[in-house]
Each structure stands twice: as C-alpha cells, then as structure tokens.
C-alpha cells in the first residue's frame, strides 16, 4: 500500500481515446494500458506455448481464487472467500438459491424497485424453478428496513442503485435482517471499486458483483461471489458443476461440493477475459479506497454544483447528500435519450437509463475536476442552445 493513492500514476495506467471525458466507467470501464499485453502474453506463452498443460502450468485452475482473493480486498472479504466466475446473473441465482436453502421454513425475498432487473428476474425464474411457493416482495428503497420481518427468508438488494446512485446501508439493513432472522444478499455491481465495502465487518451473509465497471475488467469480464465463512461448510449449492466438486478430476458420478466458496465455481473459466481482468487489478494493488472515495466525492460535488448553477431545467434523480450515493450521479430530462447522445457527440460519454435518467459516473483513478467541469460546460451549452433536438440524436441504437 503506498499510503496516499497518487491519481496520476494510476491515471496514466489507462488507455482512453484523446478527447474524450469518460464519465461512464460505472457501466464498462475504460481498457488498462497493460491488459492488451497481459492477454497477448496469455495467449501467446501460455495457451501458445503451454497448450493444455497450461491448466496447471500456467495456474488457470487456480486463478479464480486468486482473482477472487484479489477482489476480496478491495470489499472487505477474508481470503479464501470469494471465486470468480460467469456472469453477475448467475451469480444472483447461486447466491440466493444458496440463502433461501439456508432458510428453510420461509417463503419470502424481499427486495427493492431500485434493484436492477435482472437480479428480479432471476429471483423470479429460481422460484418458479423450485415451486414451493416463495414470493418475490418489492418495496420502495427507503421502505425496506421497515419491510423486514419474521416472513422474509432472505434480503436480496443491490447496495448502490444502478439508477440513481442511492446508497444502502448495508451493516444496518444486514443486521435489522439477521435479528428477524433472515439471510442477506448484496449485488455489489455498482459499489466495487467504486467506495469502500466491508462484508465481513457488515456480517453479510453473501455478496455478487460484476469486474467491467469500476474494477475495469473488460466487456463480459467475469463476476465474482462472496460467502461468509461461517456459511460456506452448509451450503449446497444449485449450480452444482463439476469445478464446484471436491475432486472434480476424479470425475464421481455424484457431487460433492467444494470447500468454502470453492463450490460456487461452476465451469471452465474464460482464461483470457481473465487475463485482462488480472491487469486491470494491478492498478487497484497500491489504491486506499478510502482516497478513492474522498475523490470520489469531490467530483460528483463539483459536477453537481456546476450542472446545476449551468443547467436550470435538470432535475437532480440522486441523492443531495454525497455520502447517501454511490459513485454516480443522475439527472432526469424528458428527452434525455437526445440529450446524452448529443452529448456523446461532443466528447463527453455517460449514459442513459430509461425513461429519463441522465447517468454519469466518477472514477478518480483516471478522472480529474477539469474534466468534471468541462463536461458540465458542455452539457450546460447543449441544453442552452437546444442542439440535442435533432432526429440524428434520436435514433435509437440497441445499447443506451
Ligand atoms: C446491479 C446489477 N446487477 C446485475 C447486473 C447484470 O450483470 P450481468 O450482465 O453481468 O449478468 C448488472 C448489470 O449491469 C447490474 O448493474
């Protein structure tokens, strides 16, 4: 740990395209200079030269735990209790599947409507899946605490709302929850690396999150899952693939789960989206997510004053207060579709979220205040000189 983070040295560590203000990390994160390397040297020394003998000689068996450890530090997990791999969906499904095993004599999820959908949707599908009568409850954000009783098996919310950047307390919601005798469930997409997360001090019982955006793992990076020490020796889990088994090249008839978070490994592990993932953590070995967070803070501050003293027909969809959001912050538009794209056009790249969302994410680690204000600038001109309403902003592209 080098003490005080220096965001140049890890600004320099990124390859963005001259002119542009990225302001979109919190969806993909920009490439890392060092991963086209590491992958090329995957490919070439290690499967190129290696062939199959790179499994052991090259450590690929091994580096979903090693990935998963990497990971491990940045929100606060012990070693040995997070694995990498597949995509954050299945790891909701595992993960929750895994709780409401736990928790026997209970048919509820509760979730929120700030959820992301996906994370509904596969609660959804796993309980059509099982058919013993489990109901999925949605409330609003801020009526959750209040919605957790004696019924609820499992609390599954995502931490950061991947629309308006609001924030859970995830130690008091954990704990509210275990004292009605529920498990929890934290989708951490939107808060690794992107503020500091402490799963083992909150006593979370399981927790998912993605690598492509703030950890900057590359389109389609893999996900990684937690689970408490104190639960992993009793969890069966659904996926029960064969690089979950205790001995997977003994190739048993019948499963026998892993050690600890061993067993939510499911399948051969995509090595070279790995690869890049790997450099991409090389940035975060000397970062304090504290001064990330600190920064953090400054940015989306500055950017809220300066859109708000620029941009009077904004509307502010995040919370006021800096430490009740996450790393992002959100305005609402009408026509918020043209607006983003138009503002797109001039360099400065956020996204959209439907209806109205304008979403813009800060990653200090490779963005500075003027940038911050710059975009705002040009934000602030777009919607002055009404240059977003044109029908070339409007067409409507298959990603927003
Ligand atoms: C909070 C949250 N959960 C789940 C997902 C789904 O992730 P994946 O597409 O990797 O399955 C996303 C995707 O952006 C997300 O933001």
């Known amino acids: ?238 996926l029960a693939g064969w690089l979950g088994h205790e001995e997977p090249f003994a190739f048993d008839l019948d499963y026998r789960p892993g050690s600890g978070v061993e067993r939510f490994r499911v399948g051969t592990p995509p090595v070279i989206g790995m690869a890049a993932l790997e450099a991409a953590l090389d940035v975060w070995d000397g970062v304090d997510m504290r001064d990330v967070r600190r920064a953090s803070i400054e940015l989306s501050e500055l950017f809220v004053a300066e859109v708000e003293r620029r941009c009077p027909t904004l509307e502010l969809a995040s919370p006021r207060y800096p430490n009740a959001r996450g790393s992002q912050v959100s305005f609402r538009h009408p026509d918020a579709y043209p607006v983003m794209q138009a503002l797109i056009a001039r360099g400065v790249v956020g996204d959209v979220r439907a209806p109205d969302v304008l979403r813009f994410g800060f990653a200090p680690l490779y963005l500075g205040a003027a940038e911050v204000t710059a975009a705002a600038e040009i934000l602030g001109r777009i919607l002055a000189d009404r240059s977003w309403d044109d029908p070339r902003h409007r067409r409507r592209a298959l990603v927003t």
């Open 1 to 238: 740990m080098r003490g005080v983070t220096d965001f140049s040295l890890t600004r320099s560590m990124f390859a963005l395209p001259p002119g542009v203000i990225y302001l979109d990390g919190n969806s993909l994160g920009p490439p890392p200079v060092a991963a086209a390397e590491r992958v090329a040297r995957t490919m070439r020394d290690e499967w190129g030269a290696q062939l199959v003998g790179a499994w052991n000689g090259a450590g690929w068996m091994v580096q979903p735990r090693r990935v998963g450890d990497r990971i491990g530090r940045l929100i606060g997990a012990p070693e040995g209790t997070v694995v990498v791999g597949d995509t954050l969906s299945i790891k909701v499904y595992q993960a929750l599947a895994a709780a409401l095993d736990l928790v026997p004599g209970r048919r509820v999820i509760l979730s929120d409507s700030g959820n992301f959908p996906s994370d509904l949707y596969m609660a959804d599908g796993l309980i059509r899946s099982l058919g013993r009568g489990h109901e999925l409850r949605v409330v609003e954000p801020a009526a959750v605490a209040d919605a957790i009783d004696e019924s609820v098996a499992v609390l599954m919310l995502t931490e950061v709302d991947y629309r308006t950047g609001r924030l859970h307390d995830m130690a008091a919601l954990t704990a509210r929850a275990h004292a009605a005798g529920a498990l929890t469930v934290w989708d951490l997409a939107h808060s690794a690396g992107a503020l500091p997360v402490d799963v083992a001090g909150a006593d979370a019982d399981f927790a998912v999150g993605c690598t492509y955006k703030y950890l900057n793992g590359g389109p389609g990076a893999p996900a990684f899952v937690y689970v408490a020490e104190r639960l992993a020796p009793r969890v069966r889990p659904a």
